[in-house]
């Protein structure tokens, strides 16, 4: 769901099918049929955007038919504990949770807690989180005070505000008919992936779901994937073998890109970056990140922080100087790459580094990203080939507009040849956290040159540059440690990876894992869950032997982070008493003899913590988790139904329409994620919501996606003969439906327009797609591949041209998997023309910088009694 | 010259040693699996890396996600797609109970089938040079009953490296010969140009280049074979949907995976080149298919044209007429069930 894996990760679809060939029941559920639901047993279509809808009902399903694998929910998720009286839920505030502050349009997550035992009842987060934004956090979530001890829970499941009749109530309404009003999934489709997702639940059968930015690219992308964990946590599918959720990432290593952040808000191993709030001093930082009494591995997160700052600063880290804290950057807001893109257009950056990324194409909005490329001072482009981001002064199509003139153009563009992945060595991080490494195969030619050759260079130049200038603002600089080792001029990835990995500072001994982290300036480690892929001084990434019966997880195959751990949380694929729930599901078990965990994989649980560990109520950190509090990470030690904290946009995830959407909610007043991120700009317009009317203007669903043939924004295939001719042109597929209703041609020509961009295509009319029926009106989905470009090959219309930026509140991904659109035959007007088009329709539509961008849809006062507007 | 026993048709225990090889390796070819493909083309990309074919044209040609449309001089793999209405099996194709109307996999075919009637070769360029269908006369969508099923077949086709190689037989040149594997091979210094393998081959698959002049086809990657090494589409194949190897091990796997298929409810599913007493003698590249060959564009009942001398030429004009509903059927329901 949320992933064609056939089509764009064919490689890994091969297990899909030996999964298949051994009696596995394979769905698809995706808006259109792919070559991925050819090969399933079962497609189920749905309308693009409403997954979390879909989702919810299969948990509506698992109640009303009580399917709940309650041996596993009840000692292993947080469905036990009691929430704070003062939480209301959506159902009782018409699509917003308790907390919303509409002056800052985010919520007060106060209410959200758990309620505690003794003195004060429910412990309220501190003040220093008031402010604190999901993006803020890491992976840790906000701080949460407390062990379970104090938690007040009912083992019963009865208590009303308990979390399992929390959820049980917010889902209450999401029934198989609403599904298919929402939806537009027939009913009796809809309960056959109920049927089937159920049955493979409990002691002798697991279910796993796979998703890709099929689900990512929406404006509650998190909250989407997070019903999927609810779900397979109430199924007891998390932590053991054949289960869990698997994320098919974009390309290879972009698990390692996240592991070892390209990201504003994060540092390596997901500590959040220090902001402007919590950055004054490394105990406030700290104190942000986890509680004092919080169970878990976080709690350490201050050994995990030092060592960072003793691998970034070396000998210049001490305690003394608070390891070099206050060189590190603080953010002050959103400085994502949207943000700095219209921060560009405004002429606020200066200047821009492109990294193996072609936003030209590859991004929402790309006019938006054009216009800002053209306003820059200076830009570096490092790719494989002339990319049209490089370009974009030459061949934009803004210059047909005439919005971007080249003689005029100011920005400066610095083009560096790169070397491809077999011209240098290194690892790549792959979607089950594997690190592989890899030999370089031939020598790259010419100027091209690995990345870790450029930024080797370029920080050891800048260096050279600051390091008699005096001035304090370069002594960050100065600081850095930059002595890698370097054989003719090229940087030894391998040392790199020691240095992730870690050192022990005194012996010069390469670490065995992160337990050996210390907060004390005695470790390095460049990303504490990395540590030990060189345990024993060996690269363990690099390890080669394949998996047989006796070794079924392949644990001498590369390693796994963390702790050449394959299946994360095991100690949830054996029952509290540390017995594996079957045979056929056995994956670690308690060893009482031995009096450890022992198994197939390696225990991600303390060795020798047995089962029947009850922590004392004043422990803190690791020595607070019980014996059967398998999610080590969490600070509760639970699998968590519903999330007190760390997400933006609510404890529960909540069907909202997507930004653009043809349709209103049919479950709340509130339309759309009220904390949704909208940036209201002439540059930047949405398509109406229902209310504001005029749905008739873009009355299609639009979504997009890759093709096997090609690679994201093309760079890599539209330049490659044997690619190219596989898929030599931008097509758009409609269903033979709406190829009547628009006059459209197979094999013609059509243009697709939004308010910000119209496009041209060559038509394919094809039985894989087809209309629904949602809200008892029919609607037609559009679907293009998002692949070509103006150079290369093969070339055609941007398709990421059609949407507008609008993003997820937690981690800023924009929604292009879901908008509003028109098609009509023919190819679309040229120059002028074009931008004369584009201005009907918004005129058409009523469109303002303000039109769809509304954030509390909901009656002054909240309750469900005020009448939706259709 | 007297001929040995079945040398022109009919089962051959010995193929390669019939054609003189005294020590040689078992007879290798391809068990192309179809129930697995996913249609990646996976198999097209690495058998042009390898053999450095060049590219054949930039062309869309509306035949589903099939832009090759043909076997062909410069295409030695092509991955059929064949969208139909009706149903595979068990298969759901989740139609039922949404607001459809009649299929449109007629009328697309019909679009498809007219540009490649316009075209110079009737569609004989597919697969061998660029070939531009430009725009035609769009067939408006058929007014019918509403469509309740689907579904789309994917296969990976090559040259069958027939026991009794048509091309072989007739090459005057002694281009065209059989390995100590038992695969056919064009030799390219040897290879004149006339083009009577083209319309001796059954299935349509040899082809002369344009501006080369010489005929073109799959070797079986005999380079690699002799350097021990698989065949390059089998070893790119994510699904194993193409297997190389030993020939006899293979149709013994196929049968136990055509036994499974019927068992798990495709009735229709079928090994199609496996059967030695078939018009070739059997093929080196066989196959399981889902449904009838003539779905998939292929001849149902391929012969030789050398079992009948005297009928080659007929046999040649067939073959040609079969190349243009091989193209074509692949995009149409077959008339006859």
């Known amino acids: ?870 | 010259m007297r001929l040995a026993a079945n040398s022109l048709s009919g089962p051959v225990e010995d193929v390669a040693g019939q054609a003189g090889h005294r020590e040689h390796p078992p007879r290798m070819g391809f068990f192309t699996d179809t129930s697995v493909c996913i249609g990646c083309k996976a198999c097209e990309v690495a058998c042009k890396e390898w053999n450095e074919v060049p590219e054949d044209g930039l062309n869309l040609l509306g035949m589903s996600m099939d832009n090759t449309g043909s076997l062909g001089a410069s295409s030695w793999r092509h991955v059929a797609f064949i969208e139909q209405p009706r149903r595979l099996a068990r298969h759901d194709a989740g139609i039922a109970g949404l607001p459809v109307g009649p299929s449109g996999t007629e009328a697309t075919a019909g679009i498809v089938e007219s540009a490649l009637r316009r075209a110079p070769r009737g569609g004989g360029e597919l697969g061998t040079s660029p070939y531009e269908p430009g725009h035609v006369p769009a067939v408006p969508l058929a007014d019918g009953p509403e469509r309740t099923d689907f579904r789309w077949l994917m296969m990976s086709d090559v040259c069958k490296h027939c026991t009794h190689a048509a091309c072989l037989d007739v090459c005057p040149t002694g281009a065209l010969v059989r390995t100590e594997f038992g695969t056919v091979v064009v030799q390219q210094d040897i290879c004149n140009g006339c083009g009577y393998c083209v319309s001796a081959c059954p299935f349509g698959v040899i082809d002369r280049r344009p501006g080369d002049g010489r005929a073109h086809k799959c070797t079986l990657c005999y380079d690699r074979l002799r350097g021990g090494l698989e065949p390059a589409c089998a070893k790119a194949c994510p699904t194993s949907s193409i297997q190389y190897g030993e020939l006899d091990a293979l149709h013994e796997r196929a049968r136990g995976r055509l036994e499974a298929l019927r068992a798990s409810g495709v009735a229709e599913a079928r090994l199609y080149g496996e059967d030695a007493t078939d018009g070739v003698g059997g093929c080196g590249a066989f196959f399981l298919l889902l449904d009838e060959p003539a779905v998939y564009g292929l001849p149902s009942t391929p012969v030789v044209a050398s079992r009948d001398l005297p009928a080659m030429w007929k046999a040649a004009g067939v073959a040609a007429l079969g190349l243009l509903a091989a193209a074509l059927s692949a995009f149409m329901e077959p008339r006859e069930r």
């Open chain 1, 1 to 870: 769901m949320g992933s064609n894996m056939a089509e764009a990760h064919p490689v890994g679809f091969q297990w899909v099918m030996e999964a298949k060939e051994k009696g596995a029941t394979v769905i698809h559920v995706d808006p259109r049929f792919t070559r991925t639901s050819a090969l399933c047993d079962l497609h189920v279509p749905l309308r693009a955007g409403s997954d979390i809808c879909f989702l919810g009902g299969v948990v509506n399903y698992i109640f009303e038919h009580d399917l709940v694998f309650r041996d596993y929910v009840a000692p292993y998720t947080n469905a036990s504990f009691i929430v704070n009286e003062d939480f209301t839920d959506t159902e009782d505030l018409d699509g917003l949770f308790s907390g919303w502050d509409e002056r800052r349009t985010g919520y007060d997550r106060s209410s959200w807690q758990y309620e505690h035992e003794g003195e004060g009842g429910t412990l309220a987060e501190p003040s220093t989180r008031e402010h604190a934004t999901g993006h803020s956090c890491g992976a840790s979530g906000p701080r949460l005070e407390g062990g379970s001890g104090p938690i007040r829970r009912d083992p019963t499941l009865e208590h009303p505000r308990c979390v399992y009749q929390l959820l049980k109530r917010h889902f209450a309404r999401y029934r198989p008919e609403m599904v298919a009003e929402v939806c537009g999934t027939p009913v009796e489709q809809f309960l056959k992936v109920c049927a089937a997702w159920t049955s493979a639940s409990g002691r002798e059968r697991t279910a796993a779901v796979v998703y890709a930015v099929g689900w990512t690219q929406h404006t509650s992308g998190a909250q989407l994937i997070r019903t999927a964990a609810i779900i397979q946590l109430l199924l007891g599918n998390i932590g053991r073998p054949g289960g869990g959720i698997m994320a098919m990432r974009g390309h290879a290593s972009i698990q390692g890109s996240t592991d070892i952040p390209t990201l504003f808000n994060l540092l390596p191993g997901y500590l959040p970056m220090p902001t402007a709030e919590t950055g004054s001093d490394l105990a406030t930082y700290l104190a942000a990140v986890k509680a004092d009494r919080q169970k878990g591995f976080w709690r350490l997160a201050d050994a995990y922080m030092v060592s960072l700052l003793k691998e970034y600063f070396g000998e210049r880290a001490s305690a003394e100087n608070d390891f070099g804290f206050d060189w590190l950057p603080r953010t002050s807001g959103d400085h994502g790459t949207y943000r700095s893109v219209m921060d560009m257009v405004d002429g606020k950056v200066s200047g821009y580094f492109l990294l193996g990324q072609n936003p030209a194409v590859g991004s929402a909005h790309g006019r938006l990203q054009r216009l800002g490329l053209a306003n820059l001072d200076w830009l570096v482009v490092r790719d494989l080939t002339m990319i049209e981001s490089a370009t974009f002064f030459g061949d934009a199509p803004e210059i047909a507009t005439g919005e971007i003139v080249p003689s005029r153009c100011k920005t400066e563009v610095f083009f560096f040849p790169a070397a491809a992945h077999t011209e240098k060595e290194g690892s790549f991080t792959q979607t089950q956290r594997m690190l592989q490494w890899r030999d370089k195969a031939v020598a790259p030619k010419g100027d091209q040159r690995s990345e870790l050759w450029f930024f080797y260079h370029l920080g050891r130049k800048i260096k050279a540059l600051v390091a008699d200038s005096g001035d304090e603002r370069d002594e960050p600089l100065r600081a850095l440690w930059w002595d890698y080792a370097v054989v003719g001029d090229e940087p030894q990835a391998e040392d790199v990876l020691r240095r992730i990995n870690g050192y022990d500072e005194r012996s010069g001994r390469l670490l065995d894992g992160y337990v050996e982290l210390k907060a004390d300036g005695t470790t390095s480690c460049g990303c504490w869950i990395y540590s030990g892929v060189f345990a024993g001084g060996i690269n363990q990434a690099a390890r080669r032997t394949p998996g047989s019966a006796k070794d079924p997880y392949a644990l001498a195959w590369g390693w796994v982070w963390p702790a050449n751990r394959r299946i994360l949380y095991n100690r949830a694929a054996a029952d509290p008493d540390g017995r594996p729930w079957s045979q056929a599901k056995a994956c670690v078990w308690w060893d009482e003899e031995r009096g450890e965990w022992i198994g197939h994989d390696v225990p991600d649980f303390e060795k020798s913590k047995a089962p029947s560990y009850v922590a004392p109520p004043d422990a803190v950190g690791p020595d607070a988790l019980s014996g059967d509090d398998p999610f080590i990470m969490q600070a509760d030690g639970k699998g968590w139904l519903m999330a007190p904290n760390g997400l933006e946009d609510g404890p529960f995830p909540t069907h909202y329409e997507p930004h653009e959407s043809p349709v209103a909610n049919a479950l709340y007043a509130q339309q759309a994620n009220p904390t949704r991120r909208v940036y209201p700009r002439p540059d930047n317009p949405s398509n109406p919501a229902p209310s504001e009317g005029h749905r008739e203007v873009f009355p299609f669903v639009l979504t997009t996606a890759r093709l096997t043939e090609h690679h994201t924004a093309g760079a890599m295939s539209r330049t490659l003969p044997y690619l190219s001719e596989l898929q030599p042109a931008l097509c758009v597929e409609v269903s033979p439906e709406l190829a009547r209703l628009r006059d459209l041609e197979h094999l013609g020509w059509a243009h697709v327009i939004t308010s910000r961009a119209a496009i041209e295509a060559r038509v394919v009319v094809t039985d894989r797609m087809a209309p629904l029926v949602v809200q008892r009106e029919v609607v037609h989905q559009v679907w293009m591949p998002y692949h070509f470009g103006a150079r290369g090959l093969v070339t055609g219309d941007a398709v990421n041209d059609l949407f507008g930026v609008a993003l997820d509140p937690n981690v800023f991904i924009q929604e292009t998997k879901a908008a509003t659109c028109d098609i009509r035959p023919g190819r679309r007007p040229r120059g002028p023309q074009l931008s004369e088009l584009l201005a009907r329709y918004r005129a058409r539509a009523g469109i303002s910088s303000e039109t769809g961008t509304a954030r509390d849809a909901t009656p002054p006062g909240g309750g469900r009694d005020g009448e939706q507007e259709a």
